[in-house]
């Protein structure tokens, strides 16, 4: 690749690479306070690259790939290259990843112990992340937790967080100091932004967190909670993984801890301001 920058995220490192600077810039950018990997040596190889030659000037279009690829994956227009590479990195780890049991889930952490947000898309995951993240908790993750099998602690991946249509203006009203990528419209979620995490999320991104409440939001509905049994929390929580069968015994063990020992609510909520209610009530009375 002919451009390229490395970036060490909790406890994963990426080589991203382009045929176009403008991705990497970007990226280069968004990332800037974040460390180099480790020792030099990345765990996943993300690539943006033209499918044919002329792509790269004629109508440029991103083909996504690195240690994985999806062969069947739509070619992206340039303009989308931060969401690209976004997109390619989670690729790489929901793929690769085997040292940690992965749900497709947002994170928060308070005094040592992680909420873990998961549920469909469109649920309010990523906002409530991010607008708690202005109120005392620390960003741990938007897109992915990772759960250590061995510890069953939550390790923070605290990338950018992917703001959909509303939450862009919501975000952008609660934290307007904060930097933000580029506003990607037309995309197949509609408008899109991503939110650079703030800065205590990433300096403390090596510290785990014991897993204390998981929680089944859903936007859109009157205020409403009821306890998710651990049956019915196996199979959202089978489901949110993308490694779960990979890990084998090791993945099944972790959820059954998870479902065993963390309790799980389902929450119904019409705004923001009730769900951020609901969260601090609920988490008080754990």
């Known amino acids: 690749m002919k451009h390229v920058h490395h970036v060490q995220i909790g406890p994963a490192s990426f080589r991203i690479g382009s045929d176009w600077r403008a991705p990497i810039a970007q990226i280069a950018d968004l990332y800037r306070d974040y460390p180099a990997p480790i020792d030099g040596v990345c765990d996943y190889t993300v690539r943006l690259f033209a499918a044919r030659p002329w792509r790269r000037w004629v109508r440029p279009a991103i083909t996504l790939g690195g240690d994985f690829t999806l062969p069947d994956a739509v070619p992206m227009p340039l303009d989308w290259g931060v969401l690209a590479a976004e997109m390619a990195m989670n690729l790489q780890l929901a793929l690769g990843e085997r040292r940690y049991l992965l749900l497709h889930a947002s994170a928060v952490e308070r005094e ?61 009203q609660a934290v307007p100091d904060a930097r933000f990528g580029p506003l990607l419209t037309g995309t197949p979620k509609g408008d899109l932004r991503h939110l650079v995490p703030d800065l205590p999320a ?30 019915e929390g196996f199979v959202r929580l089978t489901q949110a993984s993308t490694n779960y069968t990979a890990l084998g015994e090791r993945g099944f063990d972790a959820l059954i801890r998870l479902v065993r020992d963390v309790p799980a609510l389902a929450i119904d909520y019409p705004d923001t301001d009730a769900a951020l209610a609901q969260v601090e009530r609920l988490w008080a009375a754990l």
Not at 113 to 134: E, F, N
Not at 203 to 230: C, I, Q, S, W
């Open 112 to 172: 040592g112990r992680a909420l873990l947000m998961t549920g469909l898309s469109g649920a309010g995951k990523s906002t409530l992340a991010a607008l708690l993240a202005t109120r005392g908790w620390r960003l741990m993750g938007d897109e992915f937790a990772l759960v250590d099998p061995a510890t069953g602690l939550a390790h923070a991946f605290p990338r950018l967080v992917s703001l959909k249509n509303e939450s862009v203006g919501v975000m952008a």
């Open 202 to 231: 990433i300096v403390r991104m090596a510290e785990p967190a014991r897993p204390a409440l998981v929680l089944y939001p859903r936007f859109g509905f009157a205020a409403a909670e009821r306890t998710v049994p651990p049956s």
